[in-house]
């Protein structure tokens, strides 16, 4: 069985491992996710994404964005097929996880601040 764009992730994988912060994340989990299931890929020739839809206790359904590397004027697209995968399965709403520049990009797409993460290292 072909893994659904498992080649255009391969092809940015070393892209990719270099952006998590390895304290939390590691490749091969990223790898899991996506060879369980757990997560999914939308690929091109020119950008990858890679999401994860999250239940909350009371039952609200989320995607949420992993990562993405690649071009961005090809990643936008692929935001938008995740989105529109996760609305036919009914999800509830779309999250990305990501640096400040996201906000900006994203803010004509419906994006907007809903929560910020701030972290100190100890």
Not at 2 to 16: C, F, K, S, V
Not at 39 to 68: C, M, N, W
């Amino acid at each position: 069985m072909r893994l659904h764009g498992w080649d255009e992730y391969l092809d940015r994988r070393d892209t990719i491992a270099a952006m998590l912060d390895t304290r939390c994340y590691s490749i091969k989990w990223l790898d899991g996710m996506i060879l369980n299931g757990d997560a999914r890929v939308f690929a091109s020739s020119d950008a990858v994404i890679v999401v994860t839809v999250k239940q909350y206790p009371a039952g609200a359904t989320e995607l949420h964005g992993l990562v993405a590397a690649g071009e961005l004027d090809a990643i936008l697209p692929l935001i938008e097929r995740a989105e529109d995968w996760a609305r036919e399965g009914g999800v509830a709403f779309a999250c990305i996880a990501s640096r400040p520049g996201w906000a900006r990009v994203l803010k004509d797409r419906g994006y907007g601040l809903y929560q910020v993460e701030l972290r100190k290292d100890l």
